[in-house]
């Protein structure tokens, strides 16, 4: 019987002692065997056949300039500084990621802003896949469609219903950059059609995506909640290809401008001769606001005049949780509306709902100035939708506000007074200037 060891004789070589160059032989096993009499491939030719067949494989895998990108090249930890839970979510996908390829069981599902390594992971199972032999299809979700729609010209050398099978059927398929295709009807259906098959066959499937689940159309959700068959990672990491923002600021966040304000920096003014009751609340307020940071839990809502210190507390408490976790969202009572108007643009990347969505339910969010905004019906709603929210999820915020609580919206103040959520403190402190005072 041919074993499969290394041979020094190449595809053809008459003096391979096992074909003597035909690069076949028959099988070495008794008369009485159904394998008597059948031809083999030698050993001297099956590496040109193994080589062939991975060059196949890659070329219908549709890889091209990704068959770079390997689990050996990718760094599990990010970059150097990376707060240690976004770097843990990183490694935790990369482990993941080379688990599944190992077994080639069930779906994986790789959640995350643009740029946190979701592509590189899928890319890297890909090429490991082909590698082992399995026959792979990498396919960006706009790109499918497009190859779909394509089936329909005169162009198309194959027809669309083999096209759709071949997707439905190849053995690991890895959908990238889902939800960034345009969601018609057409699509949509499509999209459920390939994913449905696929669930109910249990056939391997990576998908990465930089949308929440729950804006997943609702029949495909419900496949990828399944515990079952799909492994979901969510990547906290910022993004890569950015090292500006190297903690991963939210587009819409102000964070970054408040660097510097930091618990460490916060003043308590004692030689400003301020009156013994300003200095204590100050003292109070930079207390609870350290061990809010610490953990972030329910409602905290900074009352006082301009210039006070509020703005410097709430963002020492996102600059906090950005060190140790992900960056909060920080916005401006003013700017958040600015930011949800500007959806309504033809120009605007981003819907409305979307928009909306992403501000009401991030995990902690900062709300500056509330009381600044224009009071206009619609203003005065949305605010309201969002705190109703974040109420009744519960979800922590930050709060600054230079108005009396009898000055807010009654709707607002109702959330805000509910003592078993949300905790109020006033500083009493003036705006501060800077100037020191001599003590007599």
């Known amino acids: 019987m041919i074993k499969s060891e290394q041979t020094q004789y190449g595809p053809g070589d008459p003096n391979c002692p096992y074909c003597g160059g035909l690069g076949y032989v028959g099988a070495d096993v008794p008369v009485s065997d159904p394998e008597f009499g059948k031809l083999r491939i030698c050993v001297c030719r099956a590496k040109e056949l193994n080589t062939r067949q991975r060059e196949h494989l890659q070329t219908i895998s549709n890889l091209g300039s990704l068959s770079e990108m390997t689990f050996d090249n990718f760094q599990p930890r990010g970059r150097v500084g990376m707060p240690r839970q976004q770097a843990d979510t990183l490694e935790q996908a990369y482990n993941t990621a080379s688990n599944f390829v190992g077994t080639l069981k069930g779906w994986l599902l790789l959640l995350g802003r643009y740029g946190t390594g979701k592509t590189h992971l899928a890319a890297a199972i890909a090429n490991q896949a082909v590698k082992m032999g399995v026959e792979t299809l990498f396919l960006t979700v706009p790109d499918l469609l497009d190859w779909l729609r394509f089936a329909f010209s005169a162009q198309a050398e194959s027809g669309f219903e083999s096209r759709f099978e071949a997707i439905r059927n190849v053995p690991l398929l890895i959908m990238d950059d889902f939800g960034t295709h345009n969601a018609t009807a057409w699509a949509q259906e499509k999209l459920f059609q390939i994913l449905d098959y696929r669930y109910v066959a249990k056939l391997p499937t990576v998908i990465t995506s930089n949308l929440n689940l729950n ?5 495909i959700n419900s496949r990828l909640l399944d515990p079952q068959l799909v492994t979901r990672v969510d990547i906290l990491a910022p993004d890569y290809r950015n090292p500006t923002n190297d903690v991963g600021h939210h587009e819409l966040s102000s964070l970054a401008l408040h660097g510097s304000q930091t618990f460490e920096r916060f003043e308590l003014r004692k030689d400003e001769g301020l009156p013994k009751g300003d200095v204590q609340s100050l003292s109070e307020a930079l207390s609870i606001a350290k061990s809010y940071a610490e953990r972030p839990q329910g409602w905290l809502v900074f009352f006082g005049p301009y210039g006070c210190g509020k703005t410097h507390l709430a963002a020492a408490i996102g600059n906090y949780q950005a060190s140790i976790s992900v960056p909060p969202l ?22 409305l709902d979307k928009r909306f969505e992403e501000i009401r339910s991030t995990y902690l969010l900062i709300l500056d100035d509330l009381g600044t905004q224009s009071a206009t019906p619609w203003a005065r709603e949305k605010l309201y939708q969002l705190f109703n929210y974040r109420y009744i999820a519960e979800l922590p915020t930050v709060i600054t506000t230079s108005l009396a609580p009898g000055e807010l919206d009654p709707r607002l103040l109702a959330r805000i007074s509910d003592r078993r959520l949300s905790k109020p403190v006033y500083m009493s402190a003036p705006a501060y200037t800077g100037e020191k005072k001599s003590r007599k």
């Open 215 to 219: 804006d997943f159309e609702g029949r």
């Open 330 to 351: 920080m916005v401006v009572v003013p700017d958040l509306l600015d930011h949800l108007r500007a959806s309504f643009s033809p120009q605007s990347g981003t819907s």
